[in-house]
């Protein structure tokens, strides 16, 4: 998944429907890259956030696959696919954004106490 941009099966993930405080990493290198505070519930099968932890964070790519034109989120340390951002789909969020996130390419590091 973070080297050939996959995707994994929704509903499949670890953390799709986490409710977990603390910060989501990048699986390969570590880096901070959402926050629990941003992570809601879409019900799409995919672990999703409303913004990145940091507008450094991450980095966003035109992905042409499949026949259609979607924005690709990768992590901005180390270039790991992570998963696609979507816009304008009626979500009750601050950012009228859903960051539709693999599982896999992330790790949970819980808030203290958690």
């Known amino acids: ?3 050939q941009a996959g995707t994994e099966a929704p509903f499949t993930g670890e953390y799709t429907s986490t409710k977990t405080r603390g910060v ?3 699986r390969a290198c570590g880096a ?3 926050s629990s505070d941003a992570k809601f519930d879409s019900h799409c099968g995919w672990p999703s956030f409303y913004q990145p932890k940091e507008g450094d964070a991450v980095v966003l790519l035109a992905d ?3 026949g259609q034109v979607r924005t690709e ?3 901005a340390n180390c270039d790991s696919h992570l998963g696609h951002v979507f816009e304008g789909e009626g979500y009750q969020v601050p950012t009228d954004q859903r960051w539709c996130i693999n599982s896999v390419s992330l790790t949970l590091e819980p808030a203290e106490g958690e």
Request: hydrophobic letters at 40%; a positive charge.
């Open 73 to 75: 989120v990768r992590c």
């Open 64 to 66: 042409r696959s499949l």
């Open 1 to 3: 998944m973070l080297r």
């Open 32 to 34: 901070e890259l959402f």
């Open 24 to 26: 989501y990493r990048c």
